[in-house]
């Protein structure tokens, strides 16, 4: 599943919620042009979490 994280601008923002990602279980794809994060391993609502956990907002979808 891919999400919008609106606010991600730069590599510490990408290698955040990478690192967020991964230690709820799953495996980030991350564009950053795009501001898009694709996820592997994790239901939706854990993802979102993760990447909230981080710091990060998630753009309705």
């Not at 730069?10 to 799953?26: M, P, T, V």
């Amino acid at each position: 599943m891919t999400f919008t994280v609106p606010d991600m601008s730069c590599g510490h923002c990408k290698s955040a919620i990478e690192a967020a990602l991964s230690k709820a279980g799953g495996r980030a794809s991350i564009d950053l042009a795009a501001k898009t994060v694709t996820v592997e391993g994790l239901d939706r609502e854990a993802a979102l979490a993760a990447i909230r956990a981080a710091g990060y907002e998630v753009a309705a979808s």
